[in-house]
């Protein structure tokens, strides 16, 4: 993504710092004020810096908005291998798997919903980058869910549904923040979640083992 977001900078460490600051000032301001109304120096004051050194790592607003979007879909990216490394169970991979995607949306929750809000004020080719990252996150999914069909713990589903079905509950956590915060914790969500979407889906080797977990 790096070569999309063009750089006067050259040294990889230095972007990626900046940037970071860059990206994070914009997430909270966006969120606030909405992406239209925030303007780069809006951006610049609460980064604490200034106007002249954000362009020297982006060209424009939209650049800052593409990067905090893709920032979001990098966190499951890196965050679900991350937390099944090593796990060989089925069924629990599947659950740790569910459980870090739900805890990067609780994590980012302004993140999570600008990119719902603002994916669409991006050029349609990087919503098509966008896109093809979403794709590439539901795989990481999609393989917990097909392990677990192969394993005889779940029955026969229809993989890209249920797929979607676990993508729109972790990130319901952080759309519907206002109503799920002042009920639960994260964990109780998922684990109420859980419980919701694998009953229909476990075989009776799947309950035993759900039951273990």
């Known amino acids: 993504m ?15 710092k900046r940037r970071g600051q860059i990206i994070k000032a914009a997430i ?53 291998p991350e937390a099944i490394d090593g796990i060989d169970d089925p069924l629990k991979r599947f659950c740790t798997a569910v459980r870090a995607y739900c805890v990067v949306n609780g994590e980012r929750v302004d993140a999570t919903v600008l990119t719902y809000r603002e994916t669409k004020s991006l050029r349609k080719n990087r919503r098509n980058l966008i896109k093809e990252k979403e794709v590439e996150t539901n795989k990481l999914i999609a393989a917990c869910i097909q392990d677990c069909v192969k394993a005889g713990l779940f029955e026969p589903v229809d993989i890209e549904l249920f797929t979607y079905q676990i993508v729109m509950f972790s990130h319901a956590w952080a759309l519907k923040a206002w109503r799920f915060r002042n009920l639960m914790s994260l964990d109780d969500y998922v684990d109420r979640g859980l419980n919701l979407m694998l009953n229909p889906v476990l075989t009776a080797q799947g309950k035993r083992a759900f039951a273990r977990l």
Request: aromatic share 8%.
């Open 28 to 80: 909270e301001l966006f969120g606030k004020h909405g992406y239209h109304v925030t303007t780069i120096r809006d951006i610049a004051k609460r980064a604490n810096v200034s106007i002249g050194l954000i362009y020297q790592y982006v060209s424009d607003k939209e650049d800052v908005l593409f990067l905090a979007i893709v920032e979001v879909l990098d966190s499951y990216a890196r965050s679900i």
């Open 2 to 16: 790096s070569m999309i977001v063009k750089s006067k900078v050259e040294v990889p460490e230095l972007i990626e």
